[in-house]
């Protein structure tokens, strides 16, 4: 074959994340788009990073638009525009776009029909063969697991959109739950409970940033300061909360992951079982980062849970390894 450019990709309900073969990161941007809010086809605005910015404070004309939801594509058209997108920025150099070869990530539990819609929408961008790599498996060769192993291995993946628990094992998967409680229900959980317990609004991303800053103020013992609009005055306010009132607040989102882990464990068989207690399980994805979240699953559950070094790129940096393994891609791409 000819010359091409061969790298992976991580579409995300929350961020989009591109890397090379040889593992160099060249894109990790939030999966959000500016658009003209009478554009239609045409190119956004802005993409990533800078269009993220706008959610909550979008002026008019304009319109914030989250291509992927849950892992899957729902608009073709948006997904396709912000794909043409993402890639423009991703692959630089004119000769980097010919022919192009890539791995994309894919919920293990996504159907035919969601499945189909992700090739088409890289293929439509310009991406000359699409191979697709469940996620769960691109991001356990990303943290450097054979798949082809006679040995079972379980991961937990916690991303914006879905939590999904997969055990595979020797090019196969044994069993895969998911559940479309994680991280923007945590923010969610959040922003309720800012308004329940203390009638503060707050916008989307502060209510994120609270739940990303609970895992240091966890760990250093100090309260968390957040400040929005009060309920009743409209004014704005401060409030001071202490961080286990608001790891309690997030408990029960907590609870929909564990009750996924335990149905993929009742689905496995014994010896499969007897592996992942020895070894453990990883877990990866922005949402597993959340304060606890291991201690949890350790306690639940009784086996190690071990954080990927690189849990927010991970599934990428498997993907664009995936490329260039034809054995993996014959045992799961679903080709
Ligand atoms: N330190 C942190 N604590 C808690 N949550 C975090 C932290 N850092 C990032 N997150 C959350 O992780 C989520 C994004 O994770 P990730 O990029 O893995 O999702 P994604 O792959 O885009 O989504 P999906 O896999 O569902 O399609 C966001 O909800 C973000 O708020
Ligand atoms: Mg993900």
Known sequence: MPF??????????????????????????PSVMAVRADGGNSAPVLIGREARELIGRTPVGLTTVRPIRDGVITDL?????????ILRRALRQPWERIRPRAAVGVPAGATSLERRALVEAVEEAGVSRVDLVPEPVAGAIGCGIDPLQPRAHMVVDVGGGTAEVSAFCFGGILSTRSCRIAGDEMTMALHHFLRQEHQLVVGELTAEDLKIRLRDATAE??????????VLTSRPRLITLDPQEVADALRPTVDGIVDALTGCLEDLPPQAVGDIMHEGVIAFGGGSLLAGFEQRLEEEFGFGVQHAQRPLTCVAEGAARVVSMPNVIAAFSGR
């Open 4 to 29: 091409s450019t061969r790298f992976g990709i991580d579409l995300g309900t929350a961020n989009t994340v591109v890397c090379h073969r040889g593992g160099r990161i060249v894109l990790n941007e």
């Open 77 to 85: 058209q948006s997904a396709r525009t912000f794909i043409v997108a």
């Open 221 to 230: 013992g100090q309260p968390l300061v957040v400040e929005g609009r009060d």
